[in-house]
């Protein structure tokens, strides 16, 4: 799926950040992605996951984040000297960290419940999720520029340690 498609088949109101309903804001994040990289980043970062609680917008967003690795803007947009799509990388592996084993424990202890008790939690619908971000981070390992690979191994890394290496 392209990412426009993903944008325009998310129901926005119907999926949470932080603060409530996701729409318009964390599409309009997502679409400018390659405009303001940072700022979209920072509301991915901190309106999507806020430990322990993983919000459901995290779902498609990270649906297109990852079919967005592919689109060459990625590639020449920088982030703080890094290749965008790095930083992409790098986000892939932190939504899949934010639903790992550890954090469910983290979870439980906060919480007294496990989140994945619940057949429509966020932490299931994003394990469910994590073979699509590995075939997608897959693509990466060999990418052409060693900030780009170096985060595909990571981002693989953190994708297998939370259960969901599937590769392409």
């Not at 939690?121 to 994590?130: C, G, P």
């Not at 994708?159 to 969901?164: L, P, S, V």
């Amino acid at each position: 799926m392209n990412p426009g498609e993903i944008l325009a088949e998310t129901d926005w109101s119907a999926v949470e950040n932080r603060n409530g309903p996701a729409g318009p804001e964390t599409p309009a994040r997502l679409s400018g992605l390659t405009a303001d990289p940072a700022a979209a980043l920072f509301h991915l970062t901190h309106e999507l996951i806020e430990y322990p609680n993983v919000y459901s917008a995290a779902v498609p967003a990270a649906r297109y984040v990852a079919a967005l690795l592919d689109d060459p803007r990625t590639g020449d947009v920088e982030l703080r000297g890094r290749p965008l799509r790095a930083a992409l990388l790098s986000w892939l592996a932190t939504v899949a960290d934010a639903v790992s084993e550890a954090r469910e424990r983290d979870f439980v202890d906060l919480a007294g419940y496990s989140p994945m008790e619940y057949p429509t939690s966020t932490f299931r619908k994003v394990r469910e999720i994590l073979p699509d971000l590995s075939t997608a981070v897959s693509t990466r390992l060999d990418d052409p520029d060693p900030v780009v690979r170096d985060a595909a191994v990571g981002a693989a890394a953190v994708i297998a340690a939370a259960g969901g290496w599937e590769p392409g």
